[in-house]
């Protein structure tokens, strides 16, 4: 979904959109998307600045760290960007960025990208380490038994390499 600015009635607009399935793809091979996400919020201008709030919710189908099993996370979350023209960044690169401007994006002044802005806020959403459970207990590093399922009997698993060591000193 594309806004285009220059048409905006008084310089700001509402959108809502609800993607459908393989509408919006994330160029990340670790994450797929299930089920319709979901975005909304509101486009305002001022001056030179466009800004975009809203909030976004999606299903990611991703896999468990520990165990590899398929799982799914929903994840939500708000977001605000703000946009100027690089002709209009460039201006206030000599006139001194404060703080707040150095988070600005940069646009073409005519679109607003709102696919893009949701793909970029998905994956910053998504957890770099999700696990199926907080009682995971995944793959017997020595085996390769998935311990969700049997115990195997690799008591050396248990041992932290970094002790092996110590124990070869002991007569
Ligand atoms: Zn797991
Ligand atoms: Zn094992």
Known sequence: MRVEIARLDNNECKFAHEYAAGELVLDDDRVALAGAPR???????TGHKVVVE????AIAQTEC??????MELPISS????EYVTAEAYLALETAELTDEDLALSIFDGEFIDVDEIVREQLLLAIPTHAI????????C?????????TDCNCNAAEIDPRWTGLKDLRF
């Open 141 to 149: 590093p020595v085996c390769g038994t998935d311990r969700n399922v």
């Open 39 to 45: 975005v909304s919020g509101h486009i305002s201008r």
């Open 65 to 70: 760290d520990r165990c590899l099993k398929a």
């Open 132 to 139: 199926c459970q907080e009682s995971c207990k995944g793959f």
């Open 54 to 57: 809203g909030e976004f919710a």
């Open 78 to 81: 708000e977001f605000r960007v």
